[in-house]
């Protein structure tokens, strides 16, 4: 009998329809089984083949009750049986990753990002863990409904909750978006009394029941503080593992430095945010390149560099606000993508990134126990090194000692 055939039989005798989203059937679909066993145990319902080179073996079936709001979403119930998959296909282990503000603006774009394999592969299978609250667990349906639709390949689970100590289980990743966004006139900074125990909180839910080397990245605002409270509960987790999102900031960078000297933007490279995601970040343009040579050779307007780039990029967020009503989402979420595969792809020699991470044992005398961007390499492992060969002029050190300041206080 086919497994489909045996699930539907199966489904049809022992289910009430309300336990049916809940039901998880680990066959792939396109994988004819021979051999289906059924495994049940109280709780669980699962329904399992395993194939070895030459051989189907027996499933197992167990049968799974909705534990919580947190638990598998609709198809993804259905998931096919990755261990078994894996014996068929390279792919490699399933990852989870963990989102939280899943219902906003940003994730709605990042989300189907991920989904696709664009972030973390081709041949990398995901499972998302969907963390809303009250307010937004019908509009965290509606996303999950959504990926359903998108029929994604890689996308192996997704579970949706409103308790971080659930939905934080074993995660890899924790893409820390959920927060308020800011309004015209406010600055990013006003959020803190919001948003600063929405922190806390997952700090210390990372910290019970994530991955122990859980890579997290803390995008809302303001992102380098709720970065370092974040990191200071969970005293667990390796604190460089913390980062604050300014990659939208090197990104919007690069995109004006070549506007300035008439290049595409692929031709920027070496852009250092430095600094807190504010107005008082150091765009660094004294060690950037276009085409392989320093910014300050090819723009030869130091005024400019200083004040008009410099500004543009500090209040471009602002200035986007003005104009959408609301804050960058789709730019955020693409910066987002960039950040992960920075870390999880080897840096391009010569080149580096930019992240707002923890400042401890930091070689260029910026004050410690503070979160502030810095440049990185990676080779790939989800893991970093700050870049040492920088060079320094007194209009770069001034400007980063002020944002230094700034965050201290
Ligand atoms: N670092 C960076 O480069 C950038 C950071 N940001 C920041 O990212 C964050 C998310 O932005 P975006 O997705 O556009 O925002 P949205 O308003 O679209 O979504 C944010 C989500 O945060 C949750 N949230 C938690 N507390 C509150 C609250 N008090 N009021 C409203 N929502 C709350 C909500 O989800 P739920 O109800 O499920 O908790 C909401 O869905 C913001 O803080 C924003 O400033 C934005 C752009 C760039
Ligand atoms: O400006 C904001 O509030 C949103 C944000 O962080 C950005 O766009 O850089």
Same mark, same amino acid.
């Given at each position: 009998m086919a497994v489909a055939e045996l699930n539907s039989a199966f489904t049809k005798t022992h289910f009430h329809s309300s336990q049916l989203s809940f039901l998880s059937r680990s066959v792939p679909k396109h994988q004819h089984c021979d051999f289906p066993t059924l495994h049940r145990t109280q709780q669980h319902a699962r329904i399992s083949c395993s194939v070895t080179q030459n051989q189907v073996q027996a499933p197992a079936v167990q049968i799974q009750e909705?534990? %919580?709001?947190?638990d598998c979403y609709g198809v993804f119930c @259905?998931?096919?049986?990755l261990k078994a998959e894996e014996e068929t296909k390279s792919w490699k282990k399933l990852i989870n990753i963990a989102v939280s503000g899943a219902a906003g603006m940003i994730s709605n774009h990042l989300l189907f990002k991920l989904a696709s394999g $664009? &972030?973390? *592969?081709?041949d990398q299978p995901i499972a998302l863990k969907l963390l809303g609250s009250e307010r937004s667990l019908q509009a965290l349906e509606g996303v999950a409904m959504e990926l359903e639709d /998108? @029929?994604?390949? @890689?996308?192996?689970e997704v579970s949706i909750g409103i308790d971080p100590y659930e939905v934080f289980q074993?995660? $890899?990743?924790? @893409?820390?978006?959920g927060a308020k966004p800011r309004g015209p006139g406010? $600055?990013?900074?006003?959020l803190l009394d919001i948003n600063g125990q929405i922190f806390a909180e997952q700090g210390r839910a990372l910290n019970a029941v994530? /991955?122990?080397n859980v890579k997290v990245i803390v995008v809302g605002n303001p992102c380098n503080t709720n970065a370092l409270i974040c990191m200071k509960n969970a005293p +667990?987790?390796?604190? !460089?593992n913390f980062h604050a999102l300014t990659r939208l900031d090197e990104n919007r960078a690069k995109c004006q430095l070549a506007l300035k000297a008439g &290049?595409?933007?692929? !031709? &920027? %490279? +070496?852009v250092t945010i430095w *600094? +807190?995601?504010?107005?008082?970040?150091v765009p660094d343009f004294l060690n950037a390149k276009i085409d392989g040579m320093p910014v300050i050779d090819v723009i030869k307007d130091r005024k400019w560099l200083e004040e008009e780039f410099t500004e543009k990029v500090q209040k471009r967020g602002g200035v986007l606000i003005q104009k959408? *009503?609301? %804050? %960058?989402?789709a730019s955020t979420a693409v910066s987002i993508v960039d950040a992960i595969r920075a870390l999880i792809t080897p840096t391009p020699k010569g080149d580096w990134f930019s992240t707002g991470v923890y400042?401890? *044992? +930091?070689?260029?005398g910026i004050a410690e126990g503070i979160v502030f961007s810095m440049p990185c390499r990676s080779n790939g492992d989800g893991d970093y090194v700050l870049v040492k060969d920088v060079i320094f002029d007194d209009y770069l050190r001034n400007r980063i000692a002020k944002a230094s300041v700034k965050l201290i206080s």
């Open positions: 909705p534990k %919580s709001k947190s @259905l998931t096919y049986d $664009e &972030v973390f *592969g081709p /998108s @029929l994604f390949p @890689l996308l192996r074993d995660a $890899e990743w924790a @893409l820390l978006i406010m $600055e990013r900074a006003d994530a /991955s122990r +667990n987790i390796p604190a !460089k &290049v595409f933007y692929d !031709k &920027v %490279s +070496n *600094g +807190n995601h504010s107005t008082t970040q959408w *009503g609301r %804050s %960058s989402a400042t401890d *044992g +930091n070689p260029y």
